[in-house]
């Protein structure tokens, strides 16, 4: 995984990235060893200049549950309920 995407990772997942002033933000972009202009187009906040830092196409998969495990939630469902029922 690029350190760019290290980064973005870390900074979306952390309030605390967030909050940091524009000085310590330089000094963890550096500590990720993200380039000069990775870090300029960060500090930018321009949607446009942060796109052309990728490498090409991005692709997301998103994989759906499989139609089982959803049965082996509705019988676990029902065995805690009966196990309730026969304690009270």
């Known amino acids: 995984m690029s350190n760019l995407i290290k980064f973005a990772v870390e900074f979306g997942s952390s309030a ?4 940091m002033t524009e000085q310590e933000l330089v000094e963890t972009m550096q500590s990720y060893e993200l380039s000069q202009e990775e870090q300029a187009a960060i500090l930018s906040r321009e949607p446009k200049r942060l796109a052309n830092l990728g490498n090409g196409d991005i692709y997301c998969a998103l ?26």
């Open 16 to 19: 605390k990235l967030r909050a």
């Open 63 to 88: 994989f759906p549950e499989k139609p089982e495990d959803e049965e082996d939630d509705t019988e676990k469902d029902s065995e805690v309920e009966s196990l309730i029922a026969q304690a009270v």
